[in-house]
Nanobody, 124 residues
């Protein structure tokens, strides 16, 4: 289990962009598929995007396809989520997590516990 730390959230107007980052506070996640998830107030946590350990395969929730891009740099032990054309409904706390596969991440099955997350607020 590698402790993960999310950052990059903030307040942005609708139509704007943000780039989230995920780093390991110790250890490495370079051999794991990784995913991004979010939880809006009063709603359950949901899948956003996932990427294979080598960056070849990705998957996205329908609600973010074409607007969000997940990427990773294993040499830097980093994971990112580029979010463009943001909408008020994207407002949530965003989390990163490791998984066994891109598919398992898309079904909300993650390895380890959730981190603190980073707040994204999109104003209309």
């Amino acid at each position: 289990q590698v402790p993960l730390v999310e950052s990059g959230g903030g307040l942005v107007q609708a139509g704007g962009s943000l780039r989230l980052s995920c780093a390991a506070s110790r250890g490495t996640f370079s051999s794991y598929p990784m995913g991004w998830f979010r939880q809006a107030p009063g709603k359950e946590r949901e899948f956003v995007a996932a990427i294979s350990w080598d960056g070849v395969s990705t998957d996205y929730a329908n609600s973010v396809k074409g607007r969000f891009t997940i990427s990773r740099e294993n040499a830097k032990n980093s994971l990112a989520l580029q979010m463009n054309s943001l909408k008020p409904e994207d407002t949530a706390v965003y989390y990163c997590a490791a998984g066994e596969s891109v598919w398992s991440l898309s079904t909300m099955r993650v390895l380890g516990s959730w981190g603190q997350g980073t707040q994204v607020t999109v104003s209309s």
